[in-house]
């Protein structure tokens, strides 16, 4: 059983607190999936009943009855949090270690393992040469050899494709039968049907509603609406598709011709030819581990590559040249944060280009984007939500002409995704271009004006957008 009553739990630096008397009980066995807005404080409490916090995470915090599991698996919603060891198999072998199998069992637990998340890699790889959707799945195989009774999941398929996502949710659900399993998660399609609760918390993080999953969404469907939840219904309420316009400023070109994108020595795919303009969305889309993050590292300069790059005709061979035209938002936001507060990380860009306009501009983005309450703690301080939102809050505040996007919207609950995507049609309207990585199929289908495939060893554009 896990259970915790009147939990009260504040982060250092924060104006108030995450938990102000909260309780929650989960029976042994039982399959709860947690809802909320982000910033609600979801991840903290599966933190909490993890013993993640305050065992590993140092907080403040007070309760009357706290019961945790002291035999978890977690599957966190950013796979690099809890990776140890430098390959794949040195990191599966460290679990084994530590259940004391013997070594000559090794190879064949992993094998199972690896097969079992259908993930193809030699298993001496390197793990930061991974995806961030086959480092996902490398978590979830991880979590596979352990021998748990509770399974903490943390929006576990954020980061893999549809098929991936189907796939290991299916895995899940298979091996979650003799164990508690709580859930955190946004996108709620491939669970909603094998839980046995859910559990609606609010921005405030008070628990508010909890019942069958049919009676949530029969009751409470305007509710989760409200709070961001991905019910069946959730799109309805997205932002319209944009119409042909004129562009009001000066029009560019970024071509790419002839391209070779390269991880290390080994070739990914050819790019026979690739152009953004302005006023264009760009979605580029492939399945895990084909190197769309790797082709964004290679527009930018940053790995070697082979092609002709131009912007407006002119070579793009430097990254102090790539930096005056491109900004790159990577999928794990805390790559890129540099300052030790909110409002700093957004300030510095606009203090650049206006120092008299910065404070404004500021203040503006951090309310349109519902990062007022935290502007004064550290980025890392913040739930990945609002680490993702403040990541392109980022970009926003920068003059770049293209902006490249990785993944912006993973992890986001819709009330912030279709606010992103507003953003984004305004930077459209303005003249910017967006090249945007992302697996949300709705998003393909509605907004980008062309999309490039990655697949079969060449990235080609192609006539359907869905």
Request: charged share 20%.
């Amino acid at each position: 059983m896990l259970k915790a009553t009147n939990l009260r739990l504040k982060y250092p630096n924060a104006p108030h607190k995450i938990f102000d008397g909260l309780n929650i009980e989960i029976k042994d066995k039982e399959k709860v999936l947690l809802l909320g807005p982000s910033g609600s404080g979801k991840s903290t409490l599966l933190n909490v009943l993890s013993g993640i916090v305050p065992h590993l995470i140092d907080l403040p915090m007070k309760y009357e009855t706290l019961k945790i599991s002291q035999n978890a698996g977690v599957i966190f919603q950013d796979p690099d949090a809890q990776f140890c060891m430098p390959q794949v198999n040195e990191e599966l072998a460290f679990i084994l270690e530590n259940y004391q199998v013997p070594p000559t069992e090794m190879n064949v637990k992993i094998k199972a393992a690896l097969e079992a998340v259908k993930l193809d890699v030699d298993p001496k790889q390197s793990i930061h040469q991974l995806s961030g959707g086959m480092k996902q799945k490398l978590a979830i195989a991880g979590t596979l050899l352990q021998q748990t009774d509770t399974l903490f999941l943390d929006e576990p398929t954020a980061m893999l494709d549809s098929e991936a996502t189907e796939n290991l949710w299916q895995l899940l659900r298979e091996i979650w039968k003799e164990q508690t399993v709580l859930i955190v998660e946004h996108k709620v399609e491939h669970i909603w049907n094998y839980v046995d609760r859910v559990i609606l918390m609010n921005h405030d993080g008070q628990i508010i509603q909890e019942g069958t999953p049919t009676d949530i969404l029969n009751h409470f469907e305007a509710l989760l609406s409200e709070y961001g939840v991905w019910h069946p219904n959730a799109w309805l309420a997205a932002p319209k598709t944009l119409g042909s316009a004129a562009l009001p400023h000066s029009s560019f070109q970024l071509e790419l011709n002839g391209g070779v994108i390269k991880r290390g020595k080994r070739v990914l795919y050819h790019i026979p030819s690739f152009s953004i303009k302005s006023g264009d969305w760009v979605a580029i889309t492939g399945k895990n581990g084909t190197g769309k993050t790797t082709f964004f590292e290679s527009l930018m300069q940053l790995i070697p590559y082979e092609g002709t790059l131009t912007y407006n005709q002119k070579p793009v061979r430097k990254l102090k040249t790539a930096a005056s035209h491109m900004f790159l938002v990577y999928q794990n936001p805390e790559l890129q944060f540099i300052q030790n507060t909110v409002y700093d990380e957004i300030f510095i860009n606009f203090k650049h280009q206006n120092a008299q306009t910065a404070q404004k501009e500021t203040n503006e983005m951090l309310a349109l984007l519902d990062l007022t309450h935290v502007k004064e703690q550290h980025p890392f301080e913040l739930s990945m939500g609002q680490k993702r939102r403040l990541s392109v809050a980022v970009a926003l505040s920068t003059s770049a002409d293209i902006l490249l996007l990785d993944e912006p919207t993973f992890g986001l609950d819709s009330h912030n995704t279709f606010k992103l995507i507003q953003l984004f049609q305004q930077r459209i309207q303005k003249g910017q271009a967006i090249i945007m990585i992302t697996h949300d199929s709705e998003i393909i289908a509605r907004y980008p004006s062309k999309r490039y495939v990655i697949e079969n060893g060449k990235m080609y554009e192609s006539e359907a957008l869905t």
